[in-house]
């Protein structure tokens, strides 16, 4: 048998698809699958949307890559578009959400070593996820996904999330604190969703202590919540905000976005991409967030999360096994007193793509945008079933 010529770092379950069209994905042998986890929030407007198909073939037939030794248009297009949605002043285009958060610790950074602080300091959270490059990894709150590659890059400081208090203590004690750098809600730590006033409060502090409010919405961006950015939902503006995923639908492109001091921290030189920004990324952003406002695809994901989420709160709760049923939007969680690994192959089974997260105790789904309302009620159904089935299997089982 000849050895896989891949490197062993993902856990694959064992399905190759073929094609992909709205909600569903095809298999080599001829199988469908709901997709309710959009390739991991990236696919807001499914598989093989008509407007990115457009956008990749037209754009490909003419330009592809310059780099950014040139002028863009596009980019200053899409630039003008996410500045005009977000309230923020300046973008930076990357290839990643590793690579739109290292711009931003870059961002803070510079802004701490403007101040005089000779070794300026990031606070981020427990249980948060923020990349693999090194920078990004450090301030990840995983300790799995950090063994074996320390050293760590220092610089972060770790805090609870959902706890204001505790970065106010953070503050009376460190004066090298110079950004906060939070998602608005943790995808990877299992769909947590913190208290309505949280990013309140934590630009109330950034307010008083001169510090960057820096929000990670790779996975809550372009419309995933319910809103285009999940900070919108606080009527706050932070300071720096990261978005990838759902913003190329399944083409590579990460943006960081900058307002006030922060917009101005970075001058030729201080930072750059070689393919961040390319025509062929930004003319397949530029159709993502058009179609995501014309459409009115962010309205659409707060009621068809509501439909969803009342659907499972109806057919699972008071299970229990079932210990919460959680969402924002399209971002639903359904934890389990439980480990549940194995669902997701159970899932795959009958038809359900998802993901487990939080240690194997949550069943994370992130349904594109464009789901209907048909297919919602089946993945709910479906789902249910599913869960109460193996819950069944699950104590019937005999305990050592």
Known sequence: MPQQPLMNTYKRLSVSFERGEGCWLYDTDGNKYLDALSGIAVCGLGHSHPAVTTAICEQASQLIHTSNLY????????AARLTNISGMDKVFFSNSGAEAN?????????????????????????????????????????????AGFEPLVSGFVRAPFNDAEAIRAIAANNKNIVAILVEPILGEGGVLIPADDYLAQLRSICDDNDWLLMLDEVQTGNGRTGRYFAYQHSYIIPDVVTTA???????????????????????????????????????????????????????????????ILDGFKEQLEGMNYVKEIRGKGLMIAIELNEAGTELAILAKVKGILLNITGSGHVIRLLPPLVMTDTEADLLVNTLSKLIKIYAADERSKPRS
Do not use: W
């Open 245 to 307: 995923k759902g913003l190329g639908n399944g083409f590579p492109i990460g943006a960081c976005l900058a307002k006030g001091r922060a917009a101005t921290t970075f001058t030729p030189g201080a930072h750059g991409s070689t393919f961040g920004g390319s025509p062929l990324a930004c003319a397949v952003g530029l159709a993502v967030t058009d179609t995501i406002m014309n459409e009115n695809l962010c309205d659409r994901a707060a009621s068809l999360g509501k439909r």
């Open 71 to 78: 002028n863009i248009p596009l980019q200053e297009q899409l």
């Open 102 to 146: 290292e711009a931003a610790i870059k961002i803070a950074r510079k802004f701490g070593h403007a101040k005089g602080i000779e070794k300026p300091s990031i606070i981020v959270m427990e249980s948060s996820f923020h990349g693999r490059t090194m920078a990004t990894l450090s301030a990840t709150g995983n300790r799995a996904v950090q």
